[in-house]
């Protein structure tokens, strides 16, 4: 089966004022740490599933318009809350991690322990992700000291 995408309205990209006060993200800075970039199996294999360090996942494809969307309050949260993320690009539909992981709709957040998921929030068809989803993948995340 064909994976799904978001499609349809979205919302405007930004970042609420909630996500703001619950993250205390106040906008990108060159200084934050980027999210690694996944484009083939082995280096997924080697860089996520092959970490002891929390990994927060995000899958995506280069032509969904929700996934771009996204990525700017992904990268963003993720920095200040002092954890390792990655953008997982699974563009070829024949691409393994899309059944290994159950991706039907992208984007979808998957947290990784241990190089295991452990926390996964799944994007809706005409909606994507938004910050309650990006909230609840955090919250899961152990605490950096």
């Known amino acids: ?5 978001s ?4 919302g405007a990209g930004l970042i609420s004022s ?11 800075d060159s ?5 690694l970039e996944i484009s083939t199996v082995p280096d997924f294999r080697r860089e996520v599933e092959g970490s002891p360090e929390p990994t927060v996942v995000m899958f995506t494809t280069s032509w969904c318009p929700f996934c771009r969307r996204f990525k700017p309050k992904f990268v963003e949260a993720a920095a200040k809350a002092d954890l390792r993320c990655a953008m997982v690009y699974i563009d070829d539909w ?6 290994e992981y ?4 992208v984007p979808t957040l998957v947290l990784f322990e241990n190089g ?5 929030r ?5 909606r994507g992700l938004g910050d309650h989803d990006l909230t609840a993948i955090l919250a899961r995340a152990p605490q950096h000291a």
């Open 1 to 5: 089966m064909p994976p799904r995408i």
């Open 7 to 10: 499609t349809g309205r979205g």
């Open 18 to 28: 909630t996500m703001r006060n619950v993250l205390g993200v106040a906008g990108l």
């Open 31 to 35: 200084s934050m740490a980027r999210p």
């Open 94 to 99: 024949e691409n393994p991690l899309w059944d």
């Open 102 to 105: 159950k991706v039907e709709v």
């Open 116 to 120: 295991r998921p452990v926390a996964r």
């Open 122 to 126: 799944d994007g809706v068809l005409g």
